[in-house]
């Protein structure tokens, strides 16, 4: 099957999800390298069998997958390295362009989240995923979905000091 | 509506970083290259089930082999021409002998196959395939069973097994 899609096309689609792509990403490694190989391949991949990215519930779970399996692959890796970087000063890359302190506190609030209702949320929130697609991405139903988005925003309210 | 559009909006209006140029420079590069052909993932890792598979392979052609000839020896030739030298005869009482009827040798009983822990590894794109598939691996133990009727000894062989199934996305 040739490839159709032109130069032009590739970029624009990344520019729109590459960003929530790389923010889903950096939910399962510490580094915005590692979130950008993961992304990188996925994309790559993606793009070159489907030519676009209207199955973006695929996409995601894509990008999931090579995610788990490279946390799988490098578990002993990294556990040896976190002794080191425990020891180190850590410097990590921001995830979000925070314009203010309010942000910053939300921005602190979300790491503070359970990992799959984290999950939900950015999905939902930055990658406008619906939760049909979200349900699909992750192998869950809607219903838990949506439950799971719920919960993370209750859990936001409880950890954000009252305004 | 729920009570929590205030906060929904105050999440949206944070952005995610954006991309680097050096991102978008190694994925254009990437595209841009000929496509090679595939080759099996890297991510897919060969469970020790399967590259020691052979030598379960080995194990249960043995075990057929023992019991092909423990059939063979417990065929008891004698008992076999008398029964054939009294089915012969005509008799006035038909009055079966289950004892006698019953075949001397090993005849498959039953076998089971229970899985004890089945995963599902998420999407991934197998070897020349276009379409993404879901990594279904579950984890059983086969246990096969033999019986001879006439002695009541009974064999039985039990080993474990993965099975890795490939299920096309479409066919979900």
């Known amino acids: 099957m040739e490839n159709v899609a032109t130069h032009e096309d590739w970029k624009v689609c990344l520019s729109e999800v590459g960003p929530g792509l790389v923010l889903f990403a950096r939910q399962w490694v510490q580094s915005l390298a590692d979130a950008e190989d993961i992304v990188q391949e996925a994309f790559v991949r993606f793009w070159r069998r489907n030519h676009n990215i209207t ?56 790491d503070r989240l359970p990992k799959d209702q984290r999950e939900v949320l950015v999905m939902k929130i930055w990658n406008e995923l619906t939760f049909a697609e979200i349900a699909e991405a992750l192998g869950i139903s809607q219903n838990t979905a949506a439950s799971r988005y719920r919960y993370a925003l209750a859990s936001l309210r409880k950890i954000l000091p009252p305004q | ?38 080759e099996e993932p ?27 000839l423990v059939r063979v020896n417990f065929q008891p030739p004698r008992g076999s021409a008398r029964t054939a030298a009294a089915s012969a005869q005509p008799t006035a009482t038909s009055a079966p002998l289950p004892a006698k009827t019953l075949p001397n040798s090993f005849v498959p009983a039953g076998s089971t196959q229970v899985v004890y822990h089945k995963r599902d ?29 006439a002695t009541g000894a009974s064999l039985s062989v039990s080993y474990p097994s993965e099975h890795v199934e490939l299920v096309p996305i479409s066919a979900q």
């Open chain 1, 55 to 110: 199955n973006r519930a695929l996409l995601y779970a894509t990008v999931r997958s090579i995610a788990l399996d490279r946390i799988r692959g490098d578990s002993r890796r990294a556990r040896r390295e976190a002794l080191v970087v425990a020891d180190t000063e850590q410097s990590v890359e921001p995830q979000f362009q925070v314009e203010d302190d309010s942000q910053r506190v939300v921005v602190g609030a979300l």
């Open chain 2, 121 to 149: 590894e998420g999407l991934l794109f197998a070897q020349n395939s276009e379409e993404p598939m879901r990594r279904l691996r579950s984890i059983t133990r086969e246990t096969l069973q033999w019986k001879n009727p």
């Open chain 2, 1 to 38: 509506m729920n009570d929590f559009s205030d906060l929904e909006a105050q999440l949206k209006a944070i952005r995610p970083a954006p991309l680097r140029e050096s991102f978008i420079g190694r994925v254009e590069s990437e595209i841009n290259q000929p496509e090679m052909p595939l």
């Open chain 2, 42 to 68: 890297h991510n897919v890792i060969r469970p020790i089930q399967f590259r020691t598979g052979w030598i379960v392979g080995l194990g249960l052609a043995a075990a057929a082999a023992v019991l092909l």
